[in-house]
């Protein structure tokens, strides 16, 4: 089948998708968009996490078709308008959030959509909003700070606006 | 032309401090910005026009002879391009790190759930999966060898190889034994000057690196008969020195580069699709991607031992330690992998980090038919820190002694003797990391009046109120070695290029490391800025174009590629330096490289590099050999046998849910010495992802193998640590000295995973007053329920 849909703000086309592929699937061998993680693909890990019409979902568990004509932005989406790298993206660079990487284009995802919702959210607010994306290397306390680090430069940056 | 001064000493001292990049710094990740950019191109985002995708039939028996193999109905699935059995290998058919005992296809007989037998290139993984089903296999299914009584006994139950096969060094089903004997041993007489004496047998189950990138690459066939392979591993060179004799090509046609590595923690030491990938390539003409789903990854690599160990401890009245007698057994699974080398850390290092007069001490490792077991973080050190330091407590409360006292009393320090006969010739401040672990501010006690259920055992859940909610703190120190020890060469290689591009002196490092998520690369680089006085380092992709880098485990690469880095680089400053003495005449002898520009320590600055090099580039290459080690002595275990020892301490504070069993982990506090902290902020970073995983054995990761079967290959049967799971984690960096490593450093890694787990433990313990002998410790073992 062919599914078309916008990725990162840009219309999308795969053609002869197999009915039984996942949204991260095509995102990763078909559309040329490896940036989300492979992990598990069964929705434990968060790796594979996007935005779908603006909401986070795992794309491992999303299957193709159920994007066609829908909106979904990954971790290739997080820049900001010139390309540069976007605030919560900056924060886990400096904070020392990122070992391996595999898990950090999911928990940007994540994160980008926690301080959506709440600039300022408390430790309690982080480890929920976070407690879907598994990381293995860092013990989650440089991501801690990255998430702490992006949120007082969010306020700072929304305070001088 | 004569030697020109072109700043004084003041401004010297400014191009000094101008590298705030180098060694001692926390610049950022050169992998950094395409990582959280998603353009970090992992191993399994390898691709390649007209490329396959490879797949394996795995054996869902732990122990069967393989009647027949039917691959017709496989092969005449549209899409399919090849389906390969142990039939279609153009070499040698067996492979493994130490003794090469296991079929890179199972021939006639398979030893483990898991084990493949057949491959299958298709062009869509779907097509792979639906070919790999569709090939026959026929099984006589055979009772499994899974406890040590069946693997003791091969007479009654069997070989897991038959003898004729046998290729260790070990006899019946045992794969590696090593005995200690240390002082007078354990006899009756040195019994009997003990006025105390603890027992205890402790079990470790299963635990699996379960690193987040799964195992994966990509085989490209080249038209020189050779193979390129992008792949995620630990260990290039020794890779490659498995896979060349299977695939009947010599090791210079097998060509390996690092594609980008989601993690490994021992798991990737031994090959998982290396082999498989190529032979698929090979057979096609065409480039094979693989590409492991969770539940196959569980299969395709190797696990940490499960271990079972029998303690026992005497001490005087006023705790002095008299003697120590042990015996580890570890089940190595089917096959070899690390095990030999496993026992030799878990003897050798199955002590702890105490001064013990007389001892005595036996781990063995065995075949049997449960999943193969190998390298994991802590490495045959982290079994026995569980056993040694339940006894620690066990042994204070029998004394109504302080548990930390007790250990500081009989900590080690520089000077003292391992049991193994070899002098600590470093710093080993063990009794100062528990100190400094103890005295750290502890975390306010639970307030049930502003209770945040998020903050408490269940957590998200909902289960409590907060009700039938104990707390307990607990202790630990651990030791784990750094680097391969008895008499392992494992030296290391780097390559250090210089020269001027855009007008800016350029350095680029080379090495086979296999960056794995540690920070290695940016370490390269901060040394490379220090010894050549350089801002701009590019790395070079890691290849097999280089010499050996040896592992990416052991605690090893900064110590030992780090060191490589170190002295190429040294040469190339020298080279630097010799060439403006040829041209000038330059006679001083303090001369050094600072701030892009060649220096004189009296004089201050001689020569831009960019100047000096024109449009030469100088290029060096050194290798790194650590001092030499020797084999422990197979009956009395003595010998210098281990490069370095790293020390690690933990505080832990825990809440207990004692009604429902639920345990959450509220502060694990950690001190270690790291010698030198190259770069201050992955060196906490190693600290904390270390503790974490320790954590995670200690209260809820285990893969459950029943009868040989694995029962939980997922991520949603098995557990690690979530964000919820794992509490704040501050960290004590110590920094002294080693005279005999590079900088001074000590390798940093393994031993916090060798030592926070028995502080969590212990915790448990003092909130429930449970023995809790075995881990991880499970709600039932909480709640009486088993």
Redesign the interface.
């Known amino acids: 089948m062919r599914v078309t849909f916008t990725a990162n703000g840009k219309p999308v086309e795969a053609d002869d998708v197999?009915e039984?592929?996942s949204l991260l699937y095509v995102l990763?061998?078909r559309v040329g968009?490896?940036?989300?993680?492979?992990?598990?693909?069964?929705g434990?890990?968060g790796?594979c996490t996007v935005y779908l019409d603006g909401t986070p979902v795992c794309s491992c568990l999303v299957a193709a078709g159920q994007v066609q004509g829908r909106e979904v932005r990954?971790?290739?989406g997080?820049?900001d308008e010139n390309g540069e790298?976007g605030l919560v993206?900056?924060a886990?660079?400096?904070a020392?959030a990122?070992?391996?990487?595999?898990?950090?284009?999911g928990l940007?995802v994540q994160t980008d959509a926690l301080l959506e919702q709440d600039a300022q959210p408390s430790d309690?607010d982080?480890?929920?909003a976070?407690?879907?994306?598994?990381?293995?290397?860092?013990?989650?306390?440089?991501?801690?700070d990255a998430v702490r680090l992006a949120s007082a430069r969010k306020c700072a940056k929304e305070t001088s606006a | 032309m004569s030697t020109r001064t072109i700043q004084g000493q003041k401004n010297l001292q400014d191009i000094r401090q101008a590298s705030k990049d180098g060694i001692g710094g926390s610049p950022l990740r050169p992998d950094g910005t395409l990582k959280v950019r998603g353009e970090f191109a992992y191993s399994s985002d390898m691709w390649h026009e007209d490329m396959l995708w490879g797949m394996a039939l795995r054996s869902p028996h732990p122990r069967a002879d393989i009647l027949s193999v039917d691959i017709s109905e496989a092969l005449k699935v549209p899409g399919v391009y090849a389906v390969l059995t142990h039939n279609d290998i153009p070499g040698s058919k067996y492979y493994g790190l130490e003794i090469q005992d296991q079929p890179a296809l199972a021939i006639d007989k398979v030893r483990y759930h898991g084990e493949a037998i057949a491959l299958v290139a298709a062009d869509h993984p779907e097509t792979a999966r639906r070919a790999v089903k569709k090939i026959k296999v026929e099984y006589e299914v055979l009772a499994p060898i899974v406890t040590e009584e069946q693997c003791l006994n091969p007479e009654v139950y069997g070989y897991v190889h038959e003898p004729h096969e046998y290729k260790s060094h070990g006899s019946g089903n045992i794969v590696h034994s090593q005995k200690l004997v240390s002082g007078g041993g354990v006899t009756d007489e040195i019994r009997a000057l003990a006025d105390v004496i603890v027992k205890g047998d402790y079990e470790v189950g299963m635990q699996d690196q379960a690193f987040l990138g799964p195992e994966s690459g990509l085989a490209v066939p080249a038209e020189d008969g050779g193979i390129d392979l992008y792949v995620a591993t630990q260990w290039l060179h020794v890779d490659r020195q498995q896979m060349a004799p299977v695939l009947a090509l010599p090791e210079e046609k097998v060509r390996l580069t690092l594609a980008g590595v989601g993690g490994a923690f021992g798991g990737r030491e031994d090959l998982s699709m290396q082999i498989h990938a190529c032979l698929l390539a090979q057979h096609t003409g065409k480039p094979v991607k693989i590409v492991y789903s969770r539940d196959e990854s569980f299969f395709g690599h190797v696990h940490r031992h499960p271990a079972k160990m029998t303690y026992e401890h005497g001490a005087t009245r006023d705790g002095k330690l008299v003697f120590a007698d042990a015996r580890i057994v570890l089940d190595g699974g089917a096959y070899a992998s690390a095990s030999p080398a496993v026992v030799g850390n878990a003897a050798s290092l199955g002590h702890g980090p105490y001064v013990i007069p007389n001892v005595r001490m036996e781990a063995i490792a065995l075949y049997s038919n449960n999943p193969s077991c190998g390298a994991m973080r802590g490495f045959g050190a982290v079994q026995a820190a569980f056993a040694y330091e339940s006894q620690m407590d066990k042994l204070a409360a029998e004394l109504g002694m302080d548990p930390v006292e007790l250990r500081q009393l009989n900590a080690m320090a520089e000077g003292d003797y391992m049991p193994t006969g070899q002098q600590i010739d470093s710093p080993a401040p063990v009794a100062e990391l528990l100190q400094r672990v103890k005295d750290m501010p502890l975390p306010p006690p639970l307030d049930l009046d502003n209770l945040d259920i998020r903050q408490i055992p269940g957590a998200l859940s909902n289960t409590s109120h907060g009700e039938g909610i104990v707390r307990g703190i607990g202790y630990s120190v651990g030791i784990k070695n750094v680097g391969f020890s008895e008499g392992f060469d494992d030296y290391s290689t780097a390559r250090v290029r210089i020269e001027v591009i855009g007008g800016e002196p350029v350095a680029m490092v080379h090495t086979a490391m296999a960056e794995v998520g540690q920070g290695g690369v940016t370490v390269h680089a901060q040394i490379v800025r220090t010894e050549l006085g350089v801002e701009q380092v590019t790395i070079h992709p890691a290849n097999t174009e280089v010499g050996s880098a040896g592992s990416t485990s052991a605690s090893r690469q900064t110590y030992m590629t780090g060191g490589a880095v170190k002295l190429a680089a040294e040469a190339v400053k020298q080279a630097v330096i010799d060439k403006g003495r040829r041209r000038y005449g330059w006679t001083q002898n303090d001369l050094t490289l600072a701030g892009g520009k060649v220096v004189s320590e009296s004089q201050g600055s001689l020569i831009s590099i960019v100047d000096l090099l024109g449009d030469e580039a100088i290029d060096l290459t050194r290798e790194h050999h650590h001092r030499p080690t020797v084999p422990f002595d197979k009956e009395t275990g003595q010998g210098f046998g281990h490069v370095q020892y790293t020390f690690c301490a933990n505080r832990a504070v825990v809440d207990v849910d004692v009604e429902l069993g639920l345990v959450k982990v509220v502060e694990l506090t950690a001190a270690q010495d790291v010698g030198k902290a190259l770069n201050p902020l992955s060196v906490v970073g190693q600290i904390q992802g270390g503790c974490t995983q320790a954590l995670g054995l200690a209260v809820m990761e285990e893969i459950i193998v029943k009868d040989g079967k694995v029962r939980n290959a997922s991520f949603t049967d098995y557990l690690i640590p979530t964000i919820l799971d794992t509490p704040p984690i501050p960290v004590d960096v110590l920094e002294l000295p080693d005279p005999h490593a590079p900088y001074g450093l000590r390798g940093v890694g393994e031993a916090p995973t060798v030592s926070a787990t028995p502080s969590i433990v212990a915790a448990i313990r003092a909130a429930t007053g449970l023995a809790l002998n075995r881990i991880p410790v499970r709600p039932e073992h909480l709640t009486g329920t088993l």
Do not use: H
């Not at chain 1, 968009?33 to 069964?42: I, M, T, Y």
């Open positions: 197999w039984g592929e990763r061998e968009l490896p940036g989300s993680k492979n992990a598990c693909e069964q434990e890990c790796s990954t971790v290739e997080l820049t790298l993206q900056q886990f660079i400096d020392g990122v070992q391996c990487g595999f898990c950090t284009p940007l309690s982080i480890r929920e976070l407690s879907g994306n598994l990381c293995r290397c860092t013990g989650y306390e440089k991501i801690m």
